[in-house]
């Protein structure tokens, strides 16, 4: 390791194995000193142990304290006679570039590195349904409370799995419907190609006891249904809200919902688009932030309701009956009507100030002792 000249004073953060660094758990948050002995020395005071080497949570080997950054996640390792780490052919060295692609050196897998690179057995290959896998134990515990987590702990002695001829585990499931949930573990979104049954990928979070891929799959797994299905009433609807996790948004796209009383519900969130909802019962519903693009209203009551930062452009609003509702701006977001259709459709006493109203067609509507200051009704016909 070459010798830190600058003298700038910088701070990271070390853990005891690239786990904890993960977890971001136990770490002790220390200065950078001037050399790289110095560091090794400190280190070795408080994990009180001898220290050698220092990673980077890819695991790359820090090989120049001029390459640290404030506030990095580092961890550190120290070499025993039964287990001696051997650094990385390619190290972080001084006069290197410290970007992020440099902390992502070559993943130590079996067959793809060479046969010295260390940390193995933090890298594994599954057989999933006859397609390989790779992927770290991390990643594979990440969801503490998932069957795959009690798999690959490494506090797990008891569990065994067959393996193929490359050693990799074994399991007599899908590949297609496993592979968004190793992505889910990976970044934490879930991404399912359009030619992937949802459905499919559901059953085998249900199998690997994934929560949180659960609890996003499940309602859209029941709205894919009520939508094959047709009509959808108000116990459907009902059932799909308390279905829905707080952080997901319902889709309810191209839904008939013609005639369904959804009075005083919390609807916040929902994507109405080119929902069927004509002759709705709406009184008092909280429509916030819904999506209402082209989707038809007519005839429908939404008396009292609060339809803030919604988007109702283009939509079909015909002969509803729209009193004391409250459409005022929230969090600076005004409600777009851009083009919408609200023939003979009553808004009397209704908050409207700042809507955006443009080319709308207005004809027969009412607007008594409504507040419409601030609002675009440039093109609109309101005769």
Not at 15 to 39: C, H, M, V
Not at 93 to 105: I, K, P, Q, V
Not at 302 to 322: E, K, V
Not at 327 to 346: H, P, Q, W, Y
């Amino acid at each position: 390791m070459a010798s830190n000249t600058e003298g700038i004073l910088k701070r990271a953060n070390f853990f005891n194995s690239q786990r904890e660094a993960l977890a971001r758990k136990d770490g002790i948050l220390t200065s950078i000193p001037a050399t790289p002995e110095e560091l090794l020395v400190q280190l070795s005071r408080l994990f009180n142990k001898k220290i050698d080497r220092i990673y980077t949570v890819e695991g790359g080997m820090v090989a120049d304290v001029e390459i640290i950054r404030d506030n990095d996640v580092l961890w550190v390792r120290e070499e025993t006679v039964d287990q001696k780490v051997t650094p990385y052919k390619t190290e972080i060295t001084r006069g290197s570039r410290a970007s992020e692609s440099d902390f992502y050196l070559k993943p130590c897998i079996q067959g793809i590195v060479e046969d010295d690179a260390p940390f193995k057995a933090d890298w594994v290959q599954l057989n999933v349904g006859g397609r390989i896998f790779a992927t770290t134990r991390a990643t594979l515990t990440g969801d503490q409370n998932s069957m795959l987590a009690r798999m690959f702990s490494e506090e797990n002695t008891s569990w065994h799995s067959a393996t193929d001829s490359r050693g990799a585990y074994l399991f007599d499931r899908s590949p297609d419907y496993f592979e968004p949930i190793l992505n889910f573990l990976r970044h934490g979104r879930l991404i399912i190609n359009p030619t992937v049954n949802s459905e499919g990928v559901l059953e085998e979070a249900k199998f690997f006891g994934v929560t949180k891929v659960i609890e996003q799959l499940e309602p859209i797994v029941e709205v894919h249904k009520l939508d094959a299905s047709g009509h959808i009433n108000r116990k459907e609807f009902l059932n799909m809200i308390g279905r829905t996790s707080s952080s997901s948004t319902l889709r309810c796209q191209g839904f008939n919902l013609y005639g369904v009383d959804l009075s005083n519900l919390d609807l916040q969130n929902i994507n109405f688009k080119k929902a069927d909802l004509q002759y709705c019962i709406l009184k008092g519903a909280n429509l916030t932030n819904c999506s209402l693009e082209y989707a038809n209203l007519e005839g429908a009551i939404l008396d009292g309701a609060t339809i803030q930062c919604a988007n109702l452009t283009r939509a079909t609003l015909d002969r509803a009956s729209l009193k004391g509702c409250n459409f005022d701006v929230k969090l600076g977001t005004n409600v777009s009507m851009v083009g919408a259709s609200c023939r003979e459709a009553v808004f009397d006493g209704s908050q409207m100030n700042k809507v955006n109203l443009p080319v709308a067609c207005c004809k027969g509507a009412s607007f008594k002792g409504c507040s419409l200051r601030e609002a675009t009704c440039a093109g609109t016909d309101l005769e």
